[in-house]
T-cell receptor, first 114, second 112 residues
């Protein structure tokens, strides 16, 4: 089974700090790497995504860094705010599957203290 | 507004009973998915469907069944064969071959 491993499981950051969540995938070619944000009792929502032909993508305070050779990608949240407190999931789509079937990481519960 | 509607938000059932969770989308998306979410285990794929009248098992399909008679609807039945059905269930859809998922707000099922 193809896997995406996410770390840490939980993260506590002070307001204004940088939150960093890491994901790694195994020996499979993936062609799409999204990050989802989930608030308690809600469904996940797409936050930002990257394709393997670029090494970094930035949208506001959120940045994805992608290292193709290491098979790793990470989410950086700059100037973290209490409103960013949520669970974050990384995901990846294998090239060989049809459709848009994503494989998700285990999730990271982020708490930003005021 | 376009989106995915899951109902009900909370569902309680007695052990041994089958229960059906509703998922409706008006996004004109081709593919639909059901995920189960348990604390600390991320999102696990139960079933998915890429077109009407066709669906495939995901990673944890045992004890579940689905149908896809209409493009807009993808109901999930949790049968009495599912050994640990209490969980948060999420429905999602996507427009093939685009990759992004749109999720519903989920149904929290509690079996007592």
């Amino acid at each position: 089974q193809q896997q995406v491993k996410q770390s840490p499981q939980s993260l506590i950051v002070q307001k204004g700090g940088i939150s960093i969540i890491n994901c790694a995938y195994e020996n499979t070619a993936f062609d799409y790497f999204p990050w989802y944000q989930q608030f308690p009792g809600k469904g996940p929502a797409l936050l930002i995504a990257i394709r393997p032909d670029v090494s970094e993508k930035k949208e506001g305070r959120f940045t994805i860094s992608f290292n193709k050779s290491a098979k790793q990608f990470s989410l950086h949240i700059m100037d973290s705010q209490p409103g960013d407190s949520a669970t974050y999931f990384c995901a990846a789509r294998p090239q060989e599957t049809s459709g848009s079937r994503l494989t998700f990481g285990e999730g990271t519960q982020l708490t930003v203290n005021p | 507004d376009g989106g995915i509607t899951q109902s009900p938000k909370y569902l309680f059932r007695k052990e041994g009973q089958n229960v059906t969770l509703s998922c409706e989308q008006n996004l004109n998306h081709d593919a639909m998915y059901w995920y189960r979410q348990d604390p600390g285990q991320g999102l696990r794929l139960i079933y998915y469907s890429q077109i009407v009248n066709d669906f495939q098992k995901g990673d944890i399909a045992e004890g579940y069944s689905v149908s896809r008679e209409k493009k807009e609807s993808f109901p999930l039945t949790v049968t009495s064969a599912q050994k640990n059905p209490t969980a948060f269930y999420l429905c999602a859809s996507s427009r093939y071959p685009d990759y992004g998922y749109t999720f519903g707000s989920g149904t929290r099922l509690t079996v007592v």
